[in-house]
T-cell receptor, first 112, second 114 residues
Framework: EDQVTQSPEALRLQEGESSSLNCSYT??????LFWYRQDPGKGPEFLFT???AGEEKEKERLKATLTKKESFLHITAPKPEDSATYLC?????????????FGKGTSLLVTP | NAGVTQTPKFQVLKTGQSMTLQCAQD?????MYWYRQDPGMGLRLIYY???????DKGEVPNGYNVSRLNKREFSLRLESAAPSQTSVYFC?????????????FGNGTRLTVT
């Protein structure tokens, strides 16, 4: 069965202290890996899609990378406004199409 | 631009009561989804509709029913609410099913069953 595992569950950083979040997956034939950001009381917001090993995408202080077994979300010089829960997801196949199977997320807190 | 709108935002039910959660999107998306989010469990798929006229069970469909009323609207019904259904429910939509386009989420319905 396809699975998505994220680590760590929670991460506390000082402003400017760079780090990485991990998403490992087991799927038969990856059809994309998605990263989302979720703020408290809100729905998840799309960040990136990665489709093949070696692919990288960037948005402001965030960079997502993909290997054959895992994806990393690198956060460079984070600011307090980067505090959120970050979710990764892979497509889950059924008879009539695909839906996304989400990991449990990494809760990031960036302190001034 | 409203995106995905969910109603109500909050709801308290007693065990055994029924209710329908409403979801509407104005992006002309083909696919729609219902997820629930619980502490320590993450987002879990309840039902989804890859296109108008089709619905499929997700990971946790028991106790729920859905209706894809038209291309814009996808409702989730709890026929006899149970405390285990206390959760935050998110509706989402995408232009294409699953892997080909990202999901756009509403801001959720917070349901408490006592």
């Amino acid at each position: 069965e396809d699975q998505v595992t994220q680590s760590p569950e929670a991460l506390r950083l000082q402003e400017g202290e760079s780090s990485s979040l991990n998403c490992s997956y087991t799927v038969s034939g990856l059809r994309g890996l998605f990263w989302y950001r979720q703020d408290p009381g809100k729905g998840p917001e799309f960040l990136f899609t990665l489709y093949s090993a070696g692919e990288e995408k960037e948005k402001e202080r965030l960079k997502a990378t993909l290997t054959k077994k895992e994806s990393f979300l690198h956060i460079t010089a984070p600011k307090p406004e980067d505090s959120a829960t970050y979710l990764c997801a892979v497509p889950w196949n059924s008879n009539s199409g695909y839906a996304l199977n989400f990991g449990k997320g990494t809760s990031l807190l960036v302190t001034p | 631009n409203a995106g995905v709108t969910q109603t109500p935002k909050f709801q308290v039910l007693k065990t055994g009561q029924s209710m329908t959660l409403q979801c509407a999107q104005d992006m002309n998306h083909n696919s729609m989804y219902w997820y629930r989010q619980d502490p320590g469990m993450g987002l879990r798929l309840i039902y989804y509709s890859a296109s108008e006229g089709t619905t499929d069970k997700g990971e946790v469909p028991n106790g729920y029913n859905v209706s894809r009323l038209n291309k814009r609207e996808f409702s989730l019904r709890l026929e006899s609410a149970a405390p285990s259904q206390t959760s935050v429910y998110f509706c989402a939509s995408s232009e294409l099913p699953g892997s080909d386009s990202p999901l756009h989420f509403g801001n959720g319905t917070r349901l408490t069953v006592t």
